[in-house]
């Protein structure tokens, strides 16, 4: 029996709806969003004949807006963004035959089929090339030498943090009185795994917490990138070998 060919189309207008205000936007603030918008790394979609300009965006726009968050603690030039801009938005023929952004298109399999996807950055005297992979073609690339030193985001965690309201929120279990952020805190510290481990409040309560290691275990690395276990990690390679990683783990609290 021939299997039902999925139509993406309803897929892609839900997930071009500005439904969102500013206000959801993750860490972003109304200062950044405009310098974004400035230099063109982020689209100005308000309505020039509106009496009030206001902001909205469709979730989208809130997952790229979560990836330049990524790129912009990362130290990328907003030269380096709008390159990645113009590969992840570069329409690519889907498996209903008709052509959606890239950075769309993967969307859908991590919301429909929670498949793993990468942004692989590769750099060589600056961007050389922008990759969007599922984990085996990662590990295939990684493993044939046709991927060096490069940056990895991993866009499913990216799409899991900045659309919260379609993922549960991960339930932690209360120990002597704690809060979910005071459990998820100690258990970043008690970790001993990071070299750095920083808190950010804003309004009296905490906001993030980001933790920094170091791996120069080869096989650690190549479980940390099975797993997911990050919101982004620099890869450095020496002849074709890895060499060591650095990883970025962070967790956005938000009010119930």
């Keep these: 029996m021939k299997s039902e060919k999925i139509d993406f189309t309803p897929h892609s207008e839900a997930l071009n709806k500005p439904i969102f205000e500013a206000k959801s936007l993750q860490g972003v603030t109304p200062r950044v969003l405009h ?3 400035k230099s063109g790394v982020l689209d100005d979609k308000r309505d020039p004949t509106a009496l009030r300009r206001w902001n909205y965006f469709s979730p989208i726009d809130i997952i790229w807006i979560g990836l330049v968050s990524e790129m912009r603690h990362l130290r990328f030039t907003h030269p380096e ?10 329409k ?3 498996e209903d035959n008709k052509s959606y952004p890239a950075l769309e298109y993967y969307t859908f399999l991590i919301l429909l089929y929670n498949q793993p996807i990468f942004i692989i950055i590769s750099f060589d005297k600056g961007i050389d090339t922008v990759w969007m992979l599922d984990e085996k073609d990662y ?3 990684l493993k044939s030498g046709e991927i060096e030193n490069h940056i990895a985001l991993s866009l499913h965690k990216v799409v899991k943090i900045n659309l919260y309201p379609v993922y549960e929120p991960v339930e932690f279990s209360q120990m002597a009185g ?5 459990m998820k805190i100690l258990e970043i510290v008690r970790s001993k795994e990071f070299k750095t481990i920083k808190i950010v409040k804003r309004n009296g309560d905490i906001d993030s917490i ?6 120069n275990d080869v096989e650690r690395i190549t479980k940390l990138l099975a797993d997911g276990e990050y919101q982004n990690i620099e890869i450095k390679q020496q002849h074709g070998k890895i060499v060591s990683a650095h990883r970025t783990v962070r967790t956005n609290f938000k009010k119930l």
Excluded: N, P, Y
């Design 139 to 141: 590990f295939l690339k």
């Design 92 to 94: 690519i023929k889907a």
């Design 81 to 90: 963004m709008k390159a990645c801009k113009e590969v992840l938005f570069k």
């Design 35 to 37: 310098s974004w918008i």
């Design 178 to 182: 704690l809060t979910d952020q005071e």
């Design 210 to 215: 980001e933790g920094t290691e170091r791996i």
